[in-house]
């Protein structure tokens, strides 16, 4: 997406980005979900639970993004908001 919008310097996202965007926030949401119902508690206090919290907090501002997105209309890349797609970049 940000290739595409450097080369082609246009402010509006085309909404192919838009719906994988969305799409990977429901697999994130499915995978936390997933993760949640096998680990229940350990998930927040057993090994690694730093990086647990991390990776739920990415998928929280993600769904804060889409959300924003949809109720709005506008990607935040357009410079109606915040933009914490560079997170992505920390969760592996």
């Keep these: 997406q940000t290739d595409y919008m450097a080369r082609t310097s246009q402010d509006v996202v085309p909404p192919a980005f838009s719906i994988c965007e969305i799409l990977f926030c429901f697999v994130f949401i499915a995978e936390l979900i997933v993760r949640l119902g096998s680990e229940r508690l350990a998930f ?4 690694g639970w730093r990086w647990n919290i991390f990776d739920f907090m990415l998928v929280v501002f993600q769904v804060i993004e889409v959300l924003g997105f949809v109720f709005t209309g506008y990607e935040s890349s357009s410079g109606h908001g915040a933009n914490m797609s ?6 592996f």
């Design 44 to 47: 927040f206090l057993g090994p």
């Design 86 to 91: 560079f997170l992505r970049v920390l969760r």
